[in-house]
């Protein structure tokens, strides 16, 4: 289980002083959560903190009771990065050995790391340089170096963003495929028709603040997901100024 207990993060100091995520609680157990919210409401920020990119400013992460930043906790996580980052004259699979290497203890053959590229569609390309890589060859590239080290939790920040609609089916396959292998996925997007198709739960973000958490289906009550979400933002804005 992923436990968010009172997670606050701040950036900045006095004038300049924001608060990204707001006295954050969570438990999450479901097998594909996905967190919804509009630019800036703190997804990414929160996915982050859990990988230990970012240190929370108050609050606890543990992953199945352990501390998320730790060694141990991130030997257990495969992350893909919104937007991800490659050395660009290295070919797809010198990239995955080169992101094997970074787990030791999990050390691949490239008929491994060859299975990897397969169920992100790219392995066709494997030996061209990323230089030359498309938009959505570099998303698939991204998820596939998530896998290298066989993860039991697996963190996903925007995977689906610039992919053509076979991209998109394929990756989301992929997530079935995995879930049913058993392994937890945490999923950012703002793409809400995805979120119906691939995830058990979610979570509604807005301004650093959790909305709503739990089943897709009891969050739509019958409503489309957009519709709701969009309620479910404005209920909150209203009820802000009514406050102030």
Do not use: W
């Not at 990239?95 to 990897?116: H, I, V």
């Amino acid at each position: 289980m992923l436990s968010l207990s009172h997670v606050t993060k701040v950036y900045g100091k006095r004038k300049k002083r924001r608060l990204a995520v707001d006295d954050f609680s969570l438990d999450i157990e479901t097998p594909v959560f996905g967190f919804l919210g509009q630019n800036g409401a703190g997804k990414t920020t929160i996915i982050k903190m859990i990988t230990g990119l970012l240190a929370a400013t108050s609050g606890t992460i543990l992953m199945d009771g352990v501390p998320s930043e730790s060694a141990a906790s991130k030997r257990r996580m495969g992350f893909m990065p919104e937007t991800p980052y490659f050395y660009e004259r290295m070919t797809g699979l010198e990239f995955m050995r080169f992101c094997a290497q970074l787990f030791p203890k999990n050390s691949r053959t490239d008929d491994e790391l060859g299975r990897f590229l397969k169920r992100a569609g790219i392995y066709e390309a494997r030996n061209y340089e990323i230089r030359t890589y498309s938009k959505g060859m570099r998303q698939r590239l991204g998820f596939a170096q998530s896998l290298v080290n066989d993860p039991d939790y697996l963190f996903l920040d925007e995977p689906l963003d610039g992919l053509d609609p076979i991209g998109r089916h394929d990756l989301k396959q992929s997530m079935l495929a995995l879930k049913a292998e058993g392994r937890k996925i945490f999923l950012n997007t703002h793409i809400l028709y995805d979120v119906e198709e691939v995830c058990d739960e979610v979570g509604v973000i807005h301004e650093g603040k959790l909305l709503y958490a739990g089943p897709v289906a009891n969050f739509c009550n019958g409503r489309p997901l957009e519709e709701r979400f969009v309620a479910t933002v404005q209920e909150y804005e209203q009820k802000k100024a009514k406050e102030q």
